[in-house]
């Protein structure tokens, strides 16, 4: 579902008889954010001579780098060959100020707009392939690498990027601030998946299942909820000791997680549909887990392939957004019932957003490269939505 290298951008070699593509920079942005660093990958059997930096900016063993404190303005990449020469040219802006909307871009990295116009701020090119972001408080914002082994995290002020290893297949994340900590599901751990803990730049690591997908975090109980999408059920993992303390059985291809703000009820997206090649109803599940041991309570009636889920914890709603239908299913958070008809949004819709300073849902939506916005009360698009983001958006954060 999540495309490969095959959509970055392609250069071509300058040449009047036999035009040749000769470099691949992988991120598609102008707009860079300093400390960004994107792959330059040669790829004629003619290879250039020579590639250089004019401006801000370096190459170190296959990335170009521009530095953590580089002022804004502009650099030019050339590839020189034996027939022709290929540019680009990109910009370097000054990191965001006050209030952002954070996009995890697979295709180019975190992409920063404006909340109140949706203008792009500029991009930070993570040297990955991001599959979420998150807040991790006032200063924070970390991504992962869900193709590679590492999460950024961007300090904003000041302005700070650095790169924690050791992380494998990172899918999704989310902060804990009473262990300063943050939790990372690993999709392939050991042949299996697994949760990862970072406190600083240090990882602690534990098997969960197989292919951990989505995470929730109780910070009162320091419980860590991990979805295993192909063991068919939750893992419950004790924050500090890390280590699997129990499992919440008969939720197949658990895939996304919400987790209500007493701790005691938590929901779970089946990540399946009938005519999709699971060939059994997707769902969202109610767990009750304010007793001695977990249980599943309520079901949802089937839906076409849900993926993504986010809670309204005030007004009991759930948002469930619908990759087959493009579509976001609004669910009453106590009876797992529609409270209204689906809201169309744009294509393959994955993790949603729920603000509830702004009162507003954020969409990403993976096929059309867009971002679209709902007034939650009203469930009315929001003017100017959908806006458009970095190649293939999968998760939005709400930056303060």
């Known amino acids: 579902m999540i495309r490969a290298f095959a959509a970055i951008c392609a250069l071509a070699l300058i040449s009047a008889q ?33 590639i250089a930096s004019l401006g801000s900016g370096r190459f170190d063993d296959g990335f170009y780098v521009v530095p953590v404190n580089a002022r804004p303005g502009s650099a030019t990449l050339v590839a020189v060959g034996s027939s022709g020469i290929a540019v680009r040219n990109i910009r370097i802006v000054s990191p965001p100020q006050g209030r952002a909307l954070a996009v995890a871009s697979y295709e180019d990295g975190i992409v920063f707009h404006n909340p109140n116009t949706f203008a792009v701020l500029g991009t930070l090119a993570t040297g990955g392939s991001p ?36 992380v494998p297949l990172g899918d999704e994340l989310v902060g804990d601030t009473p262990l300063h900590a943050l939790f990372v599901t690993e999709r392939e751990l050991d042949g299996k998946g697994g949760l990862a803990r970072i406190i600083g730049r240090h990882v602690t690591s534990v098997v969960t299942g197989s292919t951990a997908e989505g995470v929730a975090v109780d910070l009162h109980r320091q419980l860590v909820y991990v979805a295993d999408a192909n063991d068919g059920g939750v893992a419950i993992v004790d924050a500090r000791a890390m280590r699997v303390i129990d499992r919440i059985p008969k939720i197949p291809r658990a895939f996304a997680l919400a987790l209500s703000a007493d701790g ?56 469930v957004t619908d990759e087959q239908a493009n579509e976001i299913d609004v669910l009453d958070a106590n ?31 993976a096929g059309s490269d867009e971002i679209d916005v709902f007034d939650a009360r009203t469930l009315r698009r929001v003017p100017g939505a959908p806006f458009e983001t970095g190649g293939y958006p999968l998760a939005v954060a709400s930056v303060r």
């Open 18 to 50: 036999h035009p040749l593509a000769i470099a691949q920079f992988a991120s598609h942005a102008t707009s860079l954010l300093p400390g960004s660093r994107f792959a330059v990958r040669l790829t004629s059997a003619n290879a250039p001579s020579s």
């Open 335 to 365: 009876t797992l019932r529609a409270r209204h008809a689906p809201l169309q949004t744009c294509s393959i819709p994955w993790k949603p957003l729920f603000d509830p300073q702004s009162a507003r849902l954020y969409i990403p939506c």
């Open 131 to 166: 599959s979420d972001v998150t807040e991790l408080g006032a200063y924070d914002v970390a991504t992962t690498d869900t193709d590679g082994t590492s999460v950024t995290v961007v300090g904003l002020a000041p302005w700070s990027v650095h790169i924690v290893l050791g």
């Open 264 to 319: 005691r009820r938590l929901y779970a997206v089946s990540n399946q549909g009938v005519s999709t090649l699971f060939g059994a109803a997707g769902s969202v599940s109610e767990i009750l887990l304010d007793r001695q041991r977990p249980r599943v309570r309520l079901r949802s009636a089937p839906l076409a392939f849900p993926i993504g889920i986010a809670l309204d914890d005030v007004h009991h709603e759930l948002f």
